[in-house]
């Protein structure tokens, strides 16, 4: 298996506060991704990085932020919680730009599951 | 945006039936992916496939690519209450930082 890991694997706060998601790989990959996945909806793109310090939206970025001040470290942001951004957060990580061929495979984490009251 | 679209969304069936879920965009796609999620865990890689027209084969699974790159299929043969868990395929274009993934679909297989 891969090495990620995910903390913390559980969180619950309330509206308002601010809440940061660790994503840690041993594996030296260049690109991260940060996901979130809710029922119907599948995974859907939060951030991603492609190098140390170097980092896009995805398609819901609105909310969110991220920090990669390290190869192995993607950390997730929420600098105000809502209860919109209760959810399932996935952690992935590939070694080239995701699907750049036929031997590329993004490596996910168990996620993180995070509820704002 | 590309979008990718899965059906059935969910599907129950009994052990030794067979299935095939579906994948769909209007858009193309470089290469497009197939993935396995179980339960309160992170998805794991089934397949990559490449070429239009492409088909690739895991034991009783089955995958292909359209033509056109703008859809994918997965059949299972005979299946078995260990192939239960919800199926993502994901899009993706050369040079792109980033995948689209479908909503999936979850398939019960009962015993």
């Known amino acids: 298996d891969a090495g990620i890991t995910q903390s913390p694997r559980h969180k619950v706060t309330e509206t308002g506060t601010p809440v940061t998601l660790r994503c840690h790989q041993t594996e030296n990959h260049r690109y991260m991704y940060w996901y979130r996945q809710d029922p119907g909806h599948g995974l859907r793109l939060i951030h991603y990085s492609y190098g140390v310090k170097d980092t896009d939206k995805g398609e819901v970025s609105d909310g969110y932020s991220v920090s990669r001040s390290k190869t192995e470290d993607f950390l997730l942001t929420l600098e105000s919680a809502t209860s919109s951004q209760t959810s399932v957060y996935f952690c992935?990580?590939?070694?080239?730009?995701?699907?750049?061929?036929?031997?590329?495979?993004?490596?996910f984490g168990p996620g993180t599951r995070l509820t704002v009251l | 945006t590309q979008l990718l679209e899965q059906s059935p969304q969910f599907l129950s069936i009994q052990e030794g039936e067979n299935l095939t879920v579906y994948c769909n965009s209007s858009?193309?796609?470089?290469?497009l992916q197939w993935y396995r999620q179980e339960p309160g865990e992170g998805p794991v890689l089934l397949v990559t496939v490449v070429t239009g027209g492409e088909v690739k084969k895991l034991k009783r699974l089955t995958f292909q690519f359209g033509d056109a790159r703008k859809d994918s299929s997965l059949h299972i043969t005979a299946a078995q209450p260990g192939d239960t868990g919800l199926y993502l395929c994901a899009g993706g274009n050369t040079n792109a930082g980033k995948s689209t993934f479908g909503d999936g679909t979850t398939l019960t297989v009962k015993p």
């Open positions: 992935a990580i590939s070694e080239y730009p995701s699907l750049a061929g036929a031997n590329n495979e993004q490596f």
């Open positions: 858009s193309v796609f470089s290469s």
